[in-house]
């Protein structure tokens, strides 16, 4: 059964951290890879970071302020967003996809989590 439960969204000021939170169930952690996306609103959804068992990858947008990471002992991704902006304000989601070794592309992924919100004011 797929399941994912996120966490860790909120209201922020700018410069701010906040690290989201992704349990997720031991099948659906076994996949080839997973990520964060996010959607501020009247945009489309768009990849933010990626992870397999080996590497991480990250968009031009977040790199050196957002990490990502996994705990297998807990099937949970993480995403510590540091240094944040008004411009990081979206809907954060995590998925899970397969056949890859990474992907953020939307269209790569299987699953999806419900999300949760992040706003960053200025």
């Known amino acids: 059964q797929v399941q994912f439960l996120e966490s860790g969204g909120g209201s922020v000021q700018a410069g701010e951290s906040l690290r989201l939170s992704c349990v997720v169930s031991?099948?659906?952690?076994?996949?080839?890879?997973m990520g964060w996306f996010r959607q501020p609103p009247g945009h489309w959804r768009e990849g933010v970071a990626s992870?397999?068992?080996?590497?991480?990858f990250y968009a031009d947008s977040v790199k050196g302020r957002f990490t990502i990471s996994r705990d297998n002992t807990k099937n949970t991704i993480y995403l510590q967003m540091n240094s944040l902006k008004p411009e990081d304000t979206a809907m954060y989601y995590c998925a899970s996809g397969y056949g890859r070794d990474f992907s953020l592309s939307p269209a790569d992924y299987s699953y999806w989590g419900q999300g949760t919100q992040v706003t960053v004011s200025s």
């Open positions: 992870i397999n068992t080996k590497s991480a």
């Open positions: 031991e099948v659906t952690f076994r996949s080839d890879f």
